[in-house]
């Protein structure tokens, strides 16, 4: 699981709306499919720090270039806990996207982002268990329950 999770290659390939990800170090710059809403398309590319901490967490914080601005960011960890039939992955993400609509569009924006990234987990779940050559239909994303 670790080598997955920590694999910038693979971890893109896995995740819906990630398009790639290039690691500089403990920087890995993460680039999205474009997302579209309210008549509004975002590719967004943003940078993080991640900070690994060997088969058991990883966490990463927004650090855009100095002086730079990013439209996006995400602040999350990911929790690995071992377990007698395998490891538990907890992951806690909070993500935040720049987009150039009005202010009056906020409440539409807001329920489209959280229904694309309850979609997202879900779909990221599912392809993790595929990829380790598990039942994605185990898969259990939390308050959604099982991936579909």
Same mark, same amino acid.
């Given at each position: 699981?670790?080598?997955?999770? /920590?694999?910038? @290659?693979?971890?893109?390939?896995?995740?819906?709306?990630?398009?790639?990800?290039?690691?500089?170090?403990?920087?890995?710059?993460?680039?999205?499919?474009?997302?579209?809403?309210?008549?509004?398309?975002?590719?967004? /590319?943003?940078?993080?720090?991640? /900070?690994?901490?060997?088969?058991?967490?990883?966490?990463?914080?927004?650090?855009?270039?100095?002086?730079?601005?990013?439209?996006?960011?995400?602040?999350?960890?990911? @929790?690995?806990?071992?377990?007698?039939?395998?490891?538990?992955?907890?992951?806690?993400?909070?993500?935040?996207?720049?987009?150039?609509?009005?202010?009056?569009?906020?409440?539409?924006?807001?329920?489209?982002?959280?229904? /694309?990234?309850r979609t997202t987990g879900a779909r990221f779940a599912a392809n993790l268990f595929e990829h380790l050559g598990l039942d994605p239909a185990d898969a259990d994303v939390g308050r959604g329950g099982p991936a579909r």
């Open positions: 699981m670790w080598r997955v999770l /920590t694999d910038p @290659t693979t971890l893109a390939e896995l995740t819906p709306l990630v398009h790639s990800i290039e690691p500089d170090g403990e920087l890995w710059r993460w680039t999205l499919h474009g997302i579209d809403g309210l008549g509004v398309r975002v590719r967004a /590319t943003f940078t993080e720090q991640m /900070t690994f901490i060997e088969e058991r967490r990883i966490e990463f914080v927004p650090a855009p270039p100095l002086g730079k601005t990013e439209r996006a960011a995400v602040d999350g960890i990911y @929790t690995l806990e071992p377990t007698d039939d395998g490891c538990d992955v907890g992951i806690d993400l909070t993500a935040r996207v720049d987009l150039p609509l009005p202010g009056v569009a906020r409440r539409s924006v807001e329920g489209l982002m959280g229904a /694309t990234m």
